[in-house]
């Protein structure tokens, strides 16, 4: 059957994997503790490095995983699109399925081909290929294996299709799979609107990478080849469940409606209303499930690391949070939703469902007290600004009043 809700596909990925003889691994916790370059884990195959590598023995060589991802610092940061992106999130969960010396790029190209047409049924013609310009290989499995017609198979460069994790370590060319939403749905408005123009068009979704890991990077950019190349694929939870549910702004589909409701109801908002603060609503439903994760994770709100980044979004929630109309702590009723819903795949939700309820609202309760203060500084501020005729406040202190407060 159809999977439909995002708690099916997730179940349905998995199994789809399984029965093909990968085993399924549990997501790897989101803080990287041994990794001076990377916070949180931001990848499914984070947890997967040193097989590739073939450092590491493992008694699999498929798997597949549901992981917990953030994206908030360094190669991969996509906090300040979170608001007004209908597809961007600082915590997804990244579906994967991986091969370490196994298959390699017809396996992979296959099973996603399978899994998208078949499982949730999606047609065909609605799917764009890209592959790097360099690999005819992928193409040819594309269009003479698969039978995608060659209007749909497209040749792209680096920037798009070679993945890395970070500056070092393994890394390869991709081939992504590209949902077309149809023209109307358009914002860029150009005739030759295309995934080729790679410019951030609301009519493409980008939904599955298929990385063909082959190199090993080294920290010169000098790149070796792996002892056997595999596959490392993700696929964003959040966007396929949208191509599923027919909703092109991810915040629409059961992943992220309940909570938006939820503030709706809080807020007693009205449906325009809610529509008109859009971008608080998001930034609240988007920052609070990924506090919730973090918190059940381990984290607490700190002035540096992982905590610093917690108690950011943490506060970013709360500032948009004061904008639209809250008063009062709110994040805990937010992250209840969650722990709710997706207390099942992810067990840490329900184990800790207190201490993360606890922790959102004590740094709520922080965090007013220091811009009630920072509100009295800023008004002293302009006070002795308007005394002395200025009207610019200089950058040390708009510094000062940015990073303290
Ligand atoms: N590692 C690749 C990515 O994050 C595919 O999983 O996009």
Same mark, same amino acid.
């Given at each position: 059957m159809k999977p439909r809700t995002s708690n099916e596909i997730r179940q349905a990925f998995?199994e789809f994997?399984?029965?093909?003889?990968?085993?399924?691994?549990?997501?790897?916790?989101?803080?990287?503790?041994?990794?001076?370059?990377?916070?949180?884990?931001?990848?499914?195959?984070?947890?997967?490095?040193?097989?590739?590598?073939?450092?590491?023995?493992?008694?699999?060589?498929?798997?597949?995983?549901?992981?917990?991802?953030?994206?908030?610092?360094?190669?991969?940061?996509?906090?300040?699109?979170?608001?007004?992106?209908?597809?961007?999130?600082?915590?997804?969960?990244?579906?994967?399925?991986?091969?370490?010396?196994?298959?390699?790029?017809?396996?992979?190209?296959?099973?996603?081909?399978d899994f998208m047409t078949k499982v949730c049924q999606i047609p065909a013609?609605k799917?764009?290929?890209?592959?790097?310009?360099?690999?005819?290989?992928?193409?040819?499995?594309?269009?003479?294996?698969?039978?995608?017609?060659?209007?749909?198979?497209?040749?792209?460069?680096?920037?798009?299709?070679?993945?890395?994790?970070?500056?070092?370590?393994?890394?390869?060319?991709?081939?992504?799979?590209?949902y077309?939403?149809?023209?109307?749905?358009?914002?860029?408005?150009?005739?030759?609107?295309?995934?080729?123009?790679?410019?951030?068009?609301?009519?493409?979704?980008?939904?599955?990478?298929?990385?063909?890991?082959?190199?090993?990077?080294?920290?010169?950019?000098?790149?070796?080849?792996?002892?056997?190349?595999?596959?490392?694929?993700?696929?964003?939870?959040?966007?396929i469940t949208s191509v599923v549910q027919g909703?092109?702004?991810?915040?629409?589909n059961d992943?992220?409606?309940?909570?938006?409701?939820?503030?709706?109801?809080?807020?007693?908002?009205?449906?325009?209303?809610?529509?008109?603060?859009?971008?608080?609503?998001?930034?609240?439903?988007?920052?609070?499930?990924?506090?919730?994760?973090?918190?059940?994770?381990?984290? @607490?709100?700190? =002035?540096?690391?992982?905590?610093?980044? $917690?108690?950011?979004?943490? /506060? %970013?929630? +709360? !500032?948009?949070?004061?904008?639209?109309?809250?008063?009062?702590?709110?994040?805990?009723?937010?992250?209840?939703?969650?722990?709710?819903?997706?207390?099942?795949?992810?067990?840490?939700? @329900?184990?800790? =469902?207190?201490?993360?309820?606890?922790? $959102?609202?004590?740094?709520? /309760? %922080?965090? +007013? !007290?220091?811009?009630?203060?920072?509100?009295?500084?800023?008004?002293?501020?302009?006070?002795?600004?308007?005394?002395?005729?200025?009207?610019?406040?200089?950058?040390?202190?708009?510094?000062?009043?940015? =990073?303290?407060?």
């Amino acid at each position: 059957m159809k999977p439909r809700t995002s708690n099916e596909i997730r179940q349905a990925f998995l199994e789809f994997f399984n029965e093909l003889n990968h085993e399924i691994v549990p997501s790897a916790p989101l803080p990287q503790h041994d990794n001076p370059t990377l916070l949180f884990t931001n990848a499914g195959m984070n947890q997967f490095v040193d097989v590739f590598l073939g450092k590491e023995k493992r008694p699999y060589s498929r798997a597949t995983s549901s992981q917990k991802c953030m994206r908030v610092q360094g190669k991969h940061n996509d906090l300040e699109n979170v608001g007004p992106s209908p597809r961007h999130h600082t915590f997804f969960e990244m579906l994967g399925n991986f091969s370490f010396g196994d298959y390699f790029k017809e396996g992979a190209i296959r099973f996603a081909y399978d899994f998208m047409t078949k499982v949730c049924q999606i047609p065909a013609d609605k799917l764009y290929f890209t592959v790097h310009t360099s690999d005819d290989e992928a193409y040819d499995i594309w269009a003479n294996k698969v039978g995608v017609p060659p209007s749909h198979i497209l040749r792209m460069g680096d920037k798009t299709n070679f993945w890395m994790m970070g500056d070092v370590g393994p890394c390869g060319p991709t081939s992504e799979i590209h949902y077309d939403w149809g023209p109307e749905a358009c914002t860029c408005g150009r005739p030759d609107c295309s995934v080729l123009l790679d410019n951030d068009c609301d009519r493409w979704l980008e939904v599955w990478n298929l990385v063909f890991m082959q190199y090993d990077q080294a920290e010169d950019g000098t790149r070796t080849l792996l002892p056997k190349p595999g596959v490392d694929t993700g696929m964003g939870l959040e966007r396929i469940t949208s191509v599923v549910q027919g909703t092109p702004v991810n915040y629409n589909n059961d992943l992220f409606a309940p909570a938006m409701d939820r503030v709706q109801a809080m807020l007693g908002d009205t449906a325009e209303e809610r529509q008109e603060k859009y971008v608080g609503y998001r930034v609240i439903a988007d920052h609070g499930r990924a506090a919730t994760f973090l918190i059940a994770d381990g984290v @607490r709100p700190g =002035a540096a690391g992982a905590g610093y980044v $917690l108690r950011m979004i943490i /506060r %970013r929630a +709360a !500032r948009f949070g004061r904008q639209i109309g809250f008063q009062q702590p709110f994040l805990a009723d937010v992250a209840q939703v969650y722990i709710d819903q997706m207390g099942e795949a992810y067990p840490e939700l @329900r184990q800790r =469902a207190e201490h993360i309820r606890h922790t $959102l609202t004590q740094e709520e /309760r %922080r965090f +007013a !007290r220091t811009l009630d203060a920072a509100l009295s500084q800023l008004i002293t501020i302009l006070e002795e600004m308007d005394e002395k005729g200025e009207k610019e406040i200089d950058g040390q202190t708009a510094f000062n009043l940015y =990073a303290t407060y």
